[in-house]
T-cell receptor
Framework: DSGVTQTPKHLITATGQRVTLRCSPR?????VYWYQQSLDQGLQFLIQ???????AKGNILERFSAQQFPDLHSELNLSSLELGDSALYFC???????????FGNGTRLTVT | TQLLEQSPQFLSIQEGENLTVYCNSSSVFSSLQWYRQEPGEGPVLLVTVVTGGEVKKLKRLTFQFGDARKDSSLHITAAQPGDTGLYLC?????????FGAGTILRVKS
C-alpha cells in the first residue's frame, strides 16, 4: 500500500460530460502529481502541485484543470469529455523535489 | 518521439531465464529511476541511479547507469513469474518526471 488514495476506482461517463477525480496524498507529502496512462501514449505527466501551488505543467489539455487544497488533497477536473480521454489517471505524491514518487492505484475513466 | 526510449517493448520468457531491458536517451539525466507496475496498480519505485557508471543490485535485479548518464539497463537473473509486470524508466526533464513507454515482461512457469 503506497498510502496514496484515489477515488473513484472506476468511472464510466458519456462524451461531453464533466468528472472530478480525487487524490489524497501520503501523510506528510506536500507534492501531488497527476499522470495519464493510455496504451498508445504511455504514462504522460499532466501537472504537479506543491503545498497548494502549481509547480509544473505538462501536456495538460485546456479542458482539464486541477487544484490542491489546504489539506493537501487534490482534484483533477476533466470537462467536455471525448472518447480519447478514456485512460487510467494516476495521482502520485512525494515529500518534495527529487524525492521518490508514490503512486495511487489510479482511476480508470471510460468515456462512451 | 519519447525522450526515454525503452526496449524491448515486450518480452516473454520462461522461468529461470535471464533478461536485460534498456532505457536510452539522447539527453543527459542527473538521475534515472526504475519502476515496476503490475495490472490494476500504480507504478512502484525499484531504484534510483545517480552516478554515471553506477551499478545497484536489488536481489536478482541489477541496475546500471551509463557512464554518460544517457542510458540505463535492468538485468534480471533467473526470472520468476512474480517478476511479471511493466518496467518503466523515468528521469527528471524540465522540472518534470518523464517516463519511457515501458517494457512488458511476462515470465512463464
Amino acid at each position: 500500500d503506497s498510502g496514496v488514495t484515489q477515488t473513484p476506482k472506476h468511472l464510466i461517463t458519456a462524451t461531453g460530460q464533466r468528472v472530478t477525480l480525487r487524490c489524497s496524498p501520503r501523510s506528510g507529502d506536500l507534492s501531488v502529481y497527476w499522470y495519464q496512462q493510455s496504451l498508445d501514449q504511455g504514462l504522460q505527466f499532466l501537472i504537479q502541485y506543491y503545498n497548494g501551488e502549481e509547480r509544473a505543467k505538462g501536456n495538460i489539455l485546456e479542458r482539464f484543470s486541477a487544484q490542491q487544497f489546504p489539506d493537501l488533497h487534490s482534484e483533477l477536473n476533466l470537462s467536455s469529455l471525448e472518447l480519447g480521454d478514456s485512460a487510467l489517471y494516476f495521482c502520485a505524491s512525494s515529500v518534495g523535489r527529487d524525492s521518490p514518487l508514490h503512486f495511487g492505484n489510479g482511476t480508470r475513466l471510460t468515456v462512451t | 518521439t519519447q525522450l526515454l526510449e525503452q526496449s524491448p517493448q515486450f518480452l516473454s520468457i520462461q522461468e529461470g531465464e535471464n533478461l536485460t531491458v534498456y532505457c536510452n536517451s539522447s539527453s543527459v539525466f542527473s538521475s534515472l529511476q526504475w519502476y515496476r507496475q503490475e495490472p490494476g496498480e500504480g507504478p512502484v519505485l525499484l531504484v534510483t541511479v545517480v552516478t554515471g557508471g553506477e551499478v545497484k543490485k536489488l536481489k536478482r535485479l541489477t541496475f546500471q547507469f551509463g557512464d554518460a548518464r544517457k542510458d540505463s539497463s535492468l538485468h534480471i537473473t533467473a526470472a520468476q513469474p512474480g517478476d511479471t509486470g511493466l518496467y518503466l524508466c523515468a528521469g527528471e526533464y524540465g522540472n518534470k518526471l518523464v517516463f519511457g513507454a515501458g517494457t512488458i515482461l511476462r515470465v512463464k512457469s
